[in-house]
Structures are given as structure tokens and as C-alpha cells.
């Protein structure tokens, strides 16, 4: 029996390599990279580097809407392949499955069960090789081969390559547009379970960077406990109230991100030496008859705790300023972008929150401008041009300097509740609150992850209504 095995498997490589030789004689049979409607050809032999557009880049899709993909690399032999499907049926998951050329060509049946399953079947490279490592020619023949196999041995045509590691460099992507292929996927959650980790880490490293837009890249042929993360994932997912598609549904539902230079008032901060004679503001609170207040928050979180103090502002519908710290922005731009979306108005809180009193002038005026620049490309769009300081602290000298940077509004805050404290309860933060508003004020509460501001939100906007407050952003007072 083990004999009939091994010939049978020196009998399928014997197969693979005439049918590699066959695809490769197919491929050299034209030298321009071009079809007759002067696109990239897929049949196009890669003795001409293509010298048009590249395949895109797709780390993430750029989105608010509340969904994200799951992927898996490579195909595992049969009974795991089968275990991982039952898996992403029983959670009715849909998923995309990124296969070797060659694993298809020694198992097709695997591949054809994928598809029929209704999962999303794409391009990982003929071997698997490091494409960084290789020629041009070598790097398009591993990307066509692979695309031939699949659609010879499925009937699909992919659309998206990513390599074993998901590392790519310009010749990978200048390759891919040359093979037909729309973008080079990479990914934006790694929970790296080809380090043997088990399901319960895997799960909790996803659940705790979950994104909108987000891709998540798992192995199917490295580590068992894979099958056994797939629930746990699939809850996560559903605690944060969003949805895993398909990754060719994701990317169909994004938009194209402006570069930050065409994006009108990303150079509304500059750094600028010449800070003495600037002018600035603080404002604590609104001196007013009027029962105004204003609800803002500061810092970051994930999507998780952000998305439930969105959703809990939607249901009472209340307006917020929102002071963001924008090196969590950077990782995440997506989630700043739903804040906008939500109606709410979007400022600075620097870009790694320091106490900028203890900084230098390049210091402050850097972590000022980055986060204006962070900020304005992640929302496309000119944020409110207020600024807040981490800790509150601020001094008449680092004022001028923040001014002279283009931020001479400075918002502080007359009600806060030290809500950043874990040890703040949420019936704490409430009787805080309560007790410190009156017309005009600022009440400072925080988007982190491990407090308590979102159990307290309910009671504190419900009271505060009862008392008769309406909500305001920061700008409605400025204008």
C-alpha cells in the first residue's frame, strides 16, 4: 500500500511538471506584457518588464462599514482542509483562501471543495518562494504558473496574490499587474499561529485588533489549533457587532484614500520657529445662560470600546468632540474616519501623548503637525482645528508654540471625573458628572479600553437630558 502511494505521488509530480512546462510554453509565446486592448495579458511572457500601472496594495480596505475578511494562506491536506471548512460553515463564515499553485495541481479536489463551499479562491505563488529574493522573470513565471493552475484545475480566475509571508516589493506588484491580478494583499492582523500558539491566543490577539476593513491572515497547513480559533474568532467578531465577508466583497465596498497633499487644509499645520508674538485661546468651558454642554473624549482605543461609545451617542443622539491621539489613528485609520461619519468632529491630542510642557519647541511642534497630517489623511478631510494637550498641562510658552504650529484654540476642561482611572467605577464617573456640569461646561471622558466611561455613558447623557442639557461639539460654540 505504501509503495502505491509513493508512485502515486512521483506519478502527480511527473504530471505537475509537464503541465508547468506546457503553461510555460504557453506564456513565453508573446513578449509586449500586453493584450490587443493594450491592458496587462495574462498570457504575456515576462521577458518585457510590463511597464504599466501596478497591481494595487491592499494591507487593509479603507471603509467604515462594520465588516472585515478573514484569509487563510496556503491548503492543508484533506482532512484539515475539511475540518477548517465545516468550521466557517457551521459559523457561516465565508472566507478567502490563498493556495500554491502547486498544492492544486497535486490535489485539486481540494481547491474545487473550497469553491464550492462559496469561498473566495486566490493566488499564493506557484512554491511559495520568497518573490523579493527572485528575478523579475522568475518572480512572474512563480505568479502565472500558479494563476494557470487554478483556473485550469477550478475554472477560477483570481484577482489577488499575496506571497507565504505576505512580503512583496515593487517587481512583485509590477509582476502581478502583468499576470492580470488587481492588488497584492497583505494584511492588517497577524496573530502568527505558525508559531504553534494555541486557539485561545490566536482568538484573543484577533478579538483585540479587530477593525473595520480589517484583514485577517491565518495559516490552513501549519497549526491545528487553527480549527479550534474559528469560533472563538467568529465571537469576537459578533461581540463588536461587525461581520467577516469575503475579502473580494470588502474591497468592492472601500474607497480610494486621497494622498495627503490632495486632501484641502493638510498644510493648515506647519512647524514655524517664529512662535513669541502668536496668539492662542484656553478655553475651560462656554460662559453662557444657555443649558449648553459639551461631551468630548480623548486618547484612542480599539474598535471594540470605540465602536460602543459611538453606538451608544447614536442611540440617545448626542454630538462629541473627539481629541485623538493619532499614532493609534495610524494603525487604525478606518474606526477615526466612522467617528467623522457619525457626525461627530474629529481633533488633536498629538500624535504620542506626551506632556509637551517637558518638550522642545521642534519636539511640540512635531507631534503637532503629525498628528494634524495623521489625522487629515485618515478622515480626508481637514479636521477641527482644535488641540488639546495630553494631561491638560500647558503653559503659556508651549501655548504660543502650539498657536504658532497653526492650533491657537486650546481646549481644556471644567468637569472631569478621572474616568482614565480603572479603579473609577461607572457609578462613580455618573455622580461625578452630575454633580460638577452647568451651563457651558467641557466634560473630559476617555476612549481606553479597560475603564469604565462606556458603562456610565447611558446614565450620564440620560440624567443630564432629565436636567434639561442639550449636547454640543466645540465648534458650535467657536462659530
Known amino acids: 500500500m505504501e509503495n502505491i502511494r509513493v508512485e502515486r505521488k512521483q506519478w502527480m509530480f511527473i504530471v505537475v511538471v509537464i503541465f508547468m512546462l506546457m503553461v510555460t510554453s504557453c506564456s513565453t509565446s508573446e513578449v509586449d506584457g500586453r493584450n490587443k486592448s493594450g491592458l496587462p495579458d495574462p498570457k504575456a511572457g515576462a521577458q518585457t518588464r510590463y511597464e504599466g500601472e501596478m497591481s494595487k496594495e491592499l494591507p487593509f480596505v479603507y471603509t ?49 471543495e473550497i469553491v464550492s463551499r462559496g469561498h473566495e479562491l486566490e493566488n499564493n505563488t506557484l512554491n511559495r518562494l520568497d518573490l523579493t529574493k527572485l528575478s523579475y522573470a522568475e518572480i512572474f513565471k512563480e505568479i502565472q504558473l500558479a494563476n494557470e493552475i487554478i483556473e485550469e484545475k477550478t475554472g477560477i480566475t483570481p484577482k489577488y496574490l499575496r506571497t507565504k509571508t505576505g512580503e512583496y516589493n515593487e517587481e512583485v506588484r509590477i509582476a502581478a499587474a502583468q499576470a492580470g491580478l488587481d492588488a497584492v494583499v497583505y494584511y492588517s492582523v497577524n496573530p502568527q499561529d505558525w508559531d504553534m500558539k494555541d486557539a485561545q491566543t490566536i482568538a484573543e490577539y484577533v478579538s483585540k485588533y479587530i477593525t473595520r476593513g480589517g484583514i485577517i491572515t491565518l495559516n490552513s497547513d501549519v497549526n491545528p489549533e487553527v480549527i479550534k480559533a474559528i469560533p472563538l474568532i467568529a465571537e469576537a467578531v459578533k461581540r463588536v457587532g461587525y461581520e467577516i465577508v469575503p475579502l473580494g466583497k470588502l474591497a468592492a465596498g472601500g474607497s480610494e484614500r486621497k494622498l495627503l497633499a490632495q486632501i484641502p487644509g493638510y498644510d493648515a499645520a506647519k512647524r ?36 460602543q461609545i459611538l453606538d451608544i451617542l447614536r442611540e440617545y443622539d448626542v454630538k462629541s468632540t473627539f481629541f485623538l491621539r493619532t499614532n493609534g489613528v495610524e494603525r487604525n485609520p478606518n474606526l477615526a474616519r466612522a467617528i467623522v461619519e457619525e457626525g461627530h468632529e474629529v481633533a488633536n491630542h498629538t500624535y504620542s501623548h506626551p506632556v509637551i510642557s517637558d518638550l522642545t519647541l521642534e519636539e511640540i511642534q512635531d507631534e503637532v503637525v503629525k498628528s494634524h497630517q495623521v489625522l487629515t489623511e485618515a478622515i480626508q478631510q481637514k479636521p477641527a482645528m482644535l488641540f488639546r494637550p495630553p494631561t491638560g498641562e500647558i503653559d503659556d510658552k508651549t501655548a504660543k508654540i502650539v498657536a504658532a504650529a497653526g492650533y491657537p484654540s486650546i481646549i481644556l476642561y471644567d468637569v472631569t471625573s478621572l474616568d482614565w482611572d480603572v479603579s473609577v467605577s461607572a457609578e462613580q464617573i455618573t455622580s461625578t458628572i452630575l454633580k460638577e456640569t452647568e451651563n457651558g461646561s467641557i466634560i473630559l471622558l476617555h476612549l481606553l479600553d479597560e475603564i469604565n466611561t462606556a458603562e456610565a455613558l447611558p446614565a450620564v447623557i440620560q440624567e443630564l437630558k432629565r436636567k434639561g442639557y442639550t449636547f454640543v461639539k466645540i465648534t458650535d460654540w467657536m462659530n
Open 64 to 112: 467604515t462599514k462594520k465588516e472585515l475578511s478573514i484569509t487563510f494562506n496556503g491548503m492543508g491536506d484533506k482532512d484539515r482542509m475539511e475540518q477548517i471548512l465545516d468550521q466557517l460553515d457551521l459559523y457561516d463564515i465565508k472566507a478567502t483562501f490563498f493556495v500554491p499553485g502547486m498544492r492544486v495541481a497535486e490535489e485539486p479536489d481540494i481547491a474545487k
Open 272 to 307: 514655524n520657529k517664529d512662535y513669541q508674538q502668536s496668539k492662542y485661546e484656553i478655553i475651560e468651558s462656554k460662559d453662557t445662560d444657555k443649558k449648553e454642554i459639551a461631551l468630548t473624549f480623548d486618547d484612542w482605543g480599539t474598535d471594540y470600546k470605540v465602536t
